[in-house]
């Protein structure tokens, strides 16, 4: 009876160890921003749209994280939700230690002054028209009451707008703005900054400069960046970039530089499938059309992998039956 037991207990020790591992480590909930199970039902007129279908996530403190996806996959829903402009339907979000489900309205207005800095695609939507750049990055620190001299100017400076600081938004080009939105969105030290599709209204040079001046204040700053963006040229420049399809994370690449055997720097890049917690992954599109799988497949497991194989079509039961 008592090695039964202990048997068991042993058991549940390696299944829990097993488990902790398949999901990442006993840590995996530990980082910066972490979302488990996230789900996002919006109901209109009798129609339930499930936009977020348990999506996992977790970034670390100081991490720049590109995030892809089609129109529609849930991007925006997450980065609504992270900022606290929108509450999850369920599941665990949680930012700098916000838990952001079920937050009161008083500690909602707390976080969103002191944790999250926003940038929008609209330029437009980023800064006031009637204010110069100078004045946009210090209106949100006058709000909170703690204009600090030089900030805004040392931040123009950070994104390299400095000699347009006297200039209104109708007097910078687009990428100006976008970096200018940038500065506002740090005014009062946040600890994180999202961006959704900053990029998204300018050419590819200008954007290019928009990302750099979110690299730059990643760096500078520590502050933890997740900018959204449908631009594969971007999302090839951070060391990691997650695609969302279907309102869950479906694939990861991650990007690291190593010395080669001649001495130079090599790049190299890795993709990864996500696994949840419930040993659930996606399988790309292109696999799953290039083999017609459906409905149904055999899996194998072999020594160090695990294989996928067409099962047998509905037709072929028939057949045998
Ligand atoms: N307020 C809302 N009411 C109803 N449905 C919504 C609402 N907001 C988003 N949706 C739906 O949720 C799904 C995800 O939308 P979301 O805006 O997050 O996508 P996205 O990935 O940001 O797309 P895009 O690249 O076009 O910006 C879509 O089907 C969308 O129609
Ligand atoms: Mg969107």
Redesign the pocket.
């Known amino acids: 009876m008592g090695s039964a037991d202990s048997t068991l207990a042993d058991l549940e020790r390696r299944a829990a160890a097993r488990a902790a591992a398949r999901a990442g480590g006993q840590d995996r909930l530990s980082g910066h921003i972490v979302c488990d199970g996230l789900v996002r039902i ?1 109901r ?1 007129e009798g129609v339930e ?1 499930v ?1 977020l279908q348990g999506l996992d996530l977790v970034v670390d403190r100081g991490e720049l994280l590109a995030v892809v ?10 980065l609504n939700i992270l900022s606290g402009l929108d509450e999850p339907t369920a599941g665990m979000a949680r930012v700098a230690g916000y838990e952001l489900l079920g937050m009161s309205a008083r500690k909602r207005l707390e976080y969103r002054r002191r944790i999250v800095g926003f940038v929008w695609q609209q330029t437009a939507r980023n800064l006031l028209p009637y204010l110069t750049a100078r004045e946009n990055v210090e209106l949100p620190m006058r709000l909170a009451g703690s204009r600090k001299r030089d900030r805004a100017m040392e931040l123009l400076d950070m994104v390299g707008v400095t000699g347009r600081a006297d200039a209104r938004p109708d007097q910078m080009s687009g990428g100006e703005q976008q970096r200018c939105a940038v500065a506002v969105a740090l005014a009062n030290d946040p600890e994180v900054l999202f961006a ?2 900053p990029t998204g209204e300018l050419d590819e040079a200008t954007a290019d400069e928009v990302f750099g001046a979110l690299r730059t204040v990643n760096a500078e700053l520590g502050v933890t960046v997740v900018v ?1 963006t ?1 631009d594969m040229n971007v999302a090839g420049h951070v060391r990691r970039a997650v695609a ?1 399809r279907d ?1 869950k994370t479906a694939s990861e690449v991650r990007r690291s530089a190593r010395i080669g055997a001649d001495g130079t720097e090599q790049h190299v890049t890795e993709e990864y499938a996500v696994l949840d917690r419930a040993g659930r992954l996606q399988l790309p599109a292109a696999f799953v059309e290039a083999l017609s799988l459906r409905d149904r497949v055999r899996l194998n497991l072999e020594p160090d992998h695990v294989e996928v194989r067409p099962g047998s079509s509905d037709r072929s039961v028939e057949d045998q039956a």
Request: avoid cysteine; hydrophobic fraction near 35%; glycine fraction near 20%.
């Open positions: 919006f209109t749209v936009a996806g089609a129109s529609g996959s849930g991007k925006s829903t997450m959704d599709e959204v449908h969302i309102g």
